[in-house]
């Protein structure tokens, strides 16, 4: 039996889902700038993984 | 009763915050909770209330539940208003209250009206599918408040409620805590502010040093003033005073 403090509890993920639906709904300056950015940044990283493996 | 407190006490280290605080409050009765200077074991004891920190000694009830033994119940029957609205600023007022109403169980039928009900209330109803983010901190503040009474409390605990309001927001608010305790909702409130306490409260406790220092009714409270002013002020500034005019010396 999982004690009550350490069963999960999904539904408080629920405002971070909403957030980030909110934020790709309202379009703001830079955000093409920002996307390029931290898309390489996960791409340089994702290559770094597959290097090191 | 709403509220009851027995013999509460919190420390930190050496430093005790809280020292065997005990009160009550009954079902639609607002209780005000003054304070004496900064420290004086204000928040500490709303937030033990509230299920947010653990006592170190004493036992809390909320509607007859006790906080440490059956916390869900306690905490579903109790609204909480910080002194800071911390909500979700990428959420809009209605997704932060259905949202908010999902942790106390109120389903997805039921909580639209609701919603719609408590922002309306609190003068938000054409904000509803606005950002929080560009909300100001008055209108954060109302959304908070409309949150804690969204599930229907029956006892809610304030802190410093009319902080950062305009009077208008100031008068709102007042109006449907008055409302809200002519429905039987026990509300305790703590405030810095002696004329909110003497316009709204029908008992004060005043806390000075983590220890209730006086408590009754405001004419109970006045009479303990002997001064023959017929302001809180003189009173709360006689039973605190020497703690006030030190600190005034230790700045000058």
């Known amino acids: ?53 | 009763m709403s509220i009851a407190i027995h013999d509460l006490v919190k420390t930190y280290g050496k430093f005790t915050a809280v020292d065997g605080v005990s009160l009550d409050v009954k079902p639609g009765e607002i209780h005000g909770f003054l304070l004496g200077p900064n420290g004086a074991g204000k928040t500490t004891t709303l937030r033990m209330i509230a299920g947010l920190l653990k006592p170190t000694a004493g036992r809390i009830e909320v509607n007859g539940h006790d906080v440490a033994k059956e916390p869900e119940a306690a905490k579903a029957s109790l609204g909480f208003i910080p002194d800071r609205p911390y909500i979700y600023e990428k959420l809009t007022a209605g997704e932060f209250l259905r949202f908010h109403g999902g942790l106390f169980g109120l389903d997805g039928t039921g909580i639209g009206p609701r919603v719609k009900e408590m922002l309306e209330l609190f003068e938000l109803g054409r904000w509803e599918n606005e950002l929080v983010e560009s909300f100001s901190h008055g209108m954060k503040q109302r959304l908070v408040m409309s949150a804690a009474f969204l599930h229907r409390p029956q006892a809610v605990v304030v802190d410093e409620p009319m902080v950062g309001l305009d009077p208008r927001g100031a008068r709102l608010i007042k109006d449907v805590f008055r409302k809200m305790s002519q429905r039987g909702v026990g509300i305790l409130m703590s405030t810095h502010t002696l004329e909110v306490a003497q316009e709204m409260c029908d008992r004060i406790s005043i806390i000075l040093k983590g220890k209730i220092i006086a408590r009754g009714t405001v004419a109970d409270i006045r009479a303990m003033g002997d001064s023959g002013d017929d302001h809180l002020t003189s009173v709360f500034l006689k039973l605190t005073g020497g703690s006030a005019l030190q600190e005034i010396d230790e700045i000058v």
């Not at chain 1, 830079?30 to 950015?37: C, K, N, V, W, Y």
Request: charged share 20%; hydrophobic share 45%; no cysteine.
């Open chain 1, 1 to 53: 039996m999982v004690p009550a403090q350490g069963k999960p509890f999904p539904y408080l993920l629920l405002p971070s889902l909403l957030a980030s639906r909110n934020r790709a709904r309202r379009r703001e300056r830079g955000d093409l700038t920002r996307g390029l950015m931290f898309g390489a940044i996960g791409v340089v990283v994702v290559w770094a993984l597959f290097q090191g493996s």
